[in-house]
């Protein structure tokens, strides 16, 4: 009986696989293609018998299996980068199982379930697929529907599924859903691939001539139901192993060792929230900054300090989970405007997400290029690489934040112990890395990605491109002495991060080097016993790999880590006034 009840030619079992940037319901258009493709193919009966062929009279397969992996090449100490440094840490494990396990909830709160696998995608889909034409009926195809990326690890697995599910006679569909505006829609030829590498010339652009799509709902419960064949729901419920409706794994699971395991859930009450994973908790996040604590319009003005949760919007680690979408929160700020008040602070924060599409576009554009050594130079000679260094001391005091540079020290404390780091302090420790250290940039990027709560392939690698000078055009070295006097000018973060050197004045405590003897003794810190010497000379005067000088300055921004008022100095306001604000429109 079980053989004979899904043999319709027509019938196929949908399959929606979260991926790591969709782990949310609302505006997923991925998710929403394919409840249509499922609508499309069950009910093509007979009108008012849902789900079942009008030609077999058997009932069909309306309804989709929602699904995600945990992918063994990612998660735990055997998943590494080319370096040799973990693809990703256990804080952003935990963040990651967090938003999974509320992806699951909410399903189920929509009558719906997850089915959790630990394996790798075209794995655990190519078992399914056996197990679906085996025990229920070889004429069964999988139609496969995903979020569309493009980083090469991750096209490395559309590919693998697409040959897996075409070689059994199914379907796969890769739908574009993370970014503000559509690929098909930026205004350059050949699109994507006709973008300026510039982010200015691409914004005013994209701006001038682009619309953002309207956010879509979250689903209907009755369009998230599952299949209702009972052959399918046993199918789900335990036949694969480490696959099913109920299990989740643990971060043992994963492949980490108990005292990552512990470490990670360690909360140090200096970080700037207690970020845990999941769409509800990101929307919650949204509420709170941009409706309960009317924090958007002065968003421009505390967007660039170091210490709080709330100088910046901290929606990064939910979007770079997806599971919060970047058309909802621009959604989000028109309302805003309409309702409370519109400034440049509202706009910039739409302005923030607009970086995240240009580092998406930029990756797409130039593919395994924004992980090379060279960036998307052109590799005139070996000379330019051989620049580049590895000095395994510099790497790891610049891990572990003993640099002898108190804003570096800081803001890699900060990183290692909270998994979060501000914008303005993360284009200060690269750019102290890659350019005053001459250390291979990808040694940072690949740091990043491991600690990172917030990492994502595109925005991570596209940023340490930009900061290293691997792009072309300009080279923003900074000037670190200047931007801790600017952005920490009363020195109230380094005391936060750097507690050794906390009882020095402000006037010498962003460059301890200067203490006399005597000073060093009043104040009870020894420069080399009590906080390291610097790691490098101080010096402003260096020439970044490939013979470019270097010219000091502010850069521009990433994601969402912005930095707080209260403490900024006459640099940061000159920087602030020479930002114009530019415009978004809806469709």
Request: glycine share 10%; aromatic share 10%.
């Amino acid at each position: 009986l079980l053989l004979n009840r899904l043999m319709s030619k027509r019938a196929n079992v949908h399959i929606h696989l979260f991926r790591q940037g969709d782990l949310r319901l609302h505006d997923n258009p991925a998710l929403h293609h394919c409840l249509k493709s499922s609508a499309t193919s069950g009910h093509s009966g007979t009108p008012g018998h849902s789900g079942t062929s009008a030609t077999s009279g058997h009932p069909g397969t309306s309804g989709i299996i929602p699904l995600f992996c945990f992918d063994p090449r990612i998660y735990g100490n055997s998943a590494r980068n080319t370096l040799g440094a973990l693809k990703c840490g256990p804080r952003r494990a935990r963040f990651a199982l967090q938003s999974v396990l509320d992806l699951r909830h909410n399903l189920q709160s929509s009558g719906s379930a997850l089915v959790i696998a630990l394996g790798k995608p075209e794995d655990i889909v190519g078992n399914f697929i056996k197990l679906v034409q085996s025990e229920i009926h070889p004429g069964l195809k999988i139609a496969l529907t995903c979020q569309k990326e493009v980083a090469w690890e991750e096209i490395l697995v559309e590919k693998a599924l697409d040959k897996i599910i075409k070689t059994h006679g199914g379907s796969f569909d890769t739908i574009w859903g993370s970014t503000l505006y559509d690929p098909g829609d930026l205004p350059f030829k050949n699109g994507v691939y006709g973008m300026p590498d510039g982010f200015t010339p691409f914004r005013n652009k994209v701006e001038s001539n682009c619309e953002i799509g309207q956010p879509l709902p979250k689903p209907l419960n009755s369009e998230l139901a599952l299949p209702a064949d009972e052959s399918i729901g046993r199918l789900i419920s335990g036949l694969i192993p480490e696959c099913s409706i109920s299990y989740l794994p643990t971060l043992e699971d994963l492949g980490y060792t108990r005292k990552q395991i512990l470490d990670s859930e360690f909360h140090d009450e200096r970080s700037v929230l207690k970020f845990i994973g999941g769409e509800s908790a990101g929307l919650q996040r949204i509420k709170e900054y941009i409706w309960d604590k009317d924090l958007l319009k002065v968003y421009f003005d505390t967007r660039n300090g170091m210490i709080g949760g709330d100088y910046s919007t901290k929606f990064s680690p939910w979007l770079a989970h997806g599971c919060i979408s970047p058309r909802f929160i621009a959604s989000e700020c028109r309302r805003y405007e309409m309702e409370r008040v519109q400034n440049k602070s509202t706009y910039w924060v739409v302005f923030e997400l607009l970086w995240r599409d240009f580092f998406k576009f930029f990756a797409q554009k130039h593919g395994r290029k924004i992980f090379f050594l060279n960036g998307i130079l052109p590799k005139k000679d070996s000379s330019y690489e051989n620049s580049w260094s590895v000095n395994p001391v510099i790497l790891e005091v610049w891990k572990e934040g003993k640099t002898g540079f108190p804003l570096i020290d800081a803001n890699m404390r900060e990183l290692k112990a909270s998994g979060f780091q501000s914008n303005r302090g993360r284009q200060n420790v690269c750019s102290f890395l890659a350019l005053d250290t001459n250390t291979d940039w990808r040694r940072g990027a690949e740091y990043f990605e491991t600690e990172l709560l917030d990492y994502d392939p595109y925005s991570n690698w596209g940023n340490w491109c930009f900061g290293a000078g691997v792009v072309g055009g300009r080279v923003n070295r900074f000037n670190i002495v200047k931007q801790s006097k600017d952005y920490d000018c009363h020195g109230d973060y380094v005391r936060l991060w750097v507690p050794e050197i906390a009882n020095l004045p402000t006037e010498i405590i962003h460059e301890p080097w200067r203490l006399t003897t005597q000073q060093q003794e009043k104040y009870g810190v020894i420069i080399g016993r009590d906080y390291p010497k610097p790691v490098i000379e101080p010096s402003y005067a260096r020439v970044t790999p490939g013979g470019q000088r270097p010219q000091s300055g502010s850069s521009r921004g990433q994601g969402s880590s912005r930095g707080q008022g209260s403490s900024r100095g006459r640099g940061q306001a000159r920087d602030m006034k020479s930002l114009n604000v530019g415009s978004y429109r809806f469709k």
